[in-house]
């Protein structure tokens, strides 16, 4: 993946404060470009034990912890309030109260909304073949649902696996910020209503539609799409079921030349 924190050459200082929620890759770069950019971040909560190596990146002055239900409750209690709530990849439904928290909230989703709205993204862009993308919303109780700050297209060639196009994915959300958040917090960007319809799925669907059953009517093409879309070696990959034995699915896909 690209070392997307490279790109900061100056600094400047916020006089927003901001509770932030973050995991994983994508949360740990844009939360080294806040810190770098000299962004004022009251409360730090990672998603996971896993994400805690995070906290070395703030200040003593940043109240660091592992999200729980029990510590989002505790803060929804202390009527504590920010003027943004950011959520940098990390995977919780937070409540109303929770969001109301903050005046202002930005979720980063990697995905064109209104299409492929909640999980598995790369998978059903692939799947459903429409454009790649990554959309900044702000959050409300429903998922990924809100009004849109600002989105890009990612733009991407066949064939491409799940895994590949989420990669690609990782590093446009980085991108996006990091580009727009300057231009958000300062007011320069306006929401706009998100556009009705599109599609949403869940973890559930996803796992149910990797797995091939004898009732499954596709195309060729739908076929090819399918495996591609779930292919996330070594990890998970699209299965079949013959004779009794469960087989997963790589392709290799390679053009070929017309005969004259």
């Known amino acids: 993946m690209a070392n997307i924190g490279a790109v900061l050459t100056c600094t400047w200082f916020s006089k927003s404060n901001m ?17 770098n950019a000299g962004y004022k971040i009251d409360i730090l909560l990672v ?12 200040g003593d002055q940043t109240r660091c912890e592992v999200y729980s239900k029990a510590l989002a409750d505790e803060l929804v209690d202390s009527a504590i309030h920010f003027d943004w709530l950011l959520n940098l990849w990390s995977p919780h ?7 109301g928290l903050a005046a202002r909230r930005v979720n980063i989703h990697p995905a ?3 299409w492929c709205k909640g999980n598995d993204n790369a998978a059903w862009v692939i799947r459903e073949n ?16 809100a009004d849109l700050w600002v989105q ?10 799940g895994k590949q196009l989420h990669q690609k994915l990782q590093d446009k959300c980085i991108q996006v910020f990091l580009k727009y958040w300057p231009d958000i917090e300062s007011g320069k960007i306006s929401l706009k209503t998100q556009t009705p319809g599109g599609s949403y799925h869940t973890r559930k669907q996803t796992n149910i539609d ?4 004898d009732d499954m009517m596709m195309t060729a093409q739908q076929w090819t799409r399918w495996a591609l879309a779930h292919d996330f070696a070594p990890g998970t990959t699209a299965e079949i079921t013959i004779d009794g034995r469960k087989y997963g699915i790589k392709l290799e896909l390679f053009p070929i030349k017309d005969e004259l």
């Open 19 to 35: 509770l932030v929620l973050a995991s994983k890759y994508v949360g740990e770069k844009c939360l080294q470009y806040l810190v």
């Open 93 to 99: 439904i937070l409540s109303d109260e929770f969001l």
């Open 47 to 58: 998603a996971t034990e896993d994400d805690a190596v995070m906290f070395s990146m703030v």
């Open 112 to 114: 064109l909304v209104p």
């Open 152 to 161: 890009e297209k990612l733009e991407f060639s066949f064939p491409i696996t």
């Open 130 to 145: 429409c454009y790649a993308g990554v959309s900044l919303l702000e959050m409300n109780s429903e998922i990924d649902a």
């Open 210 to 213: 990797r797995i091939a059953d």
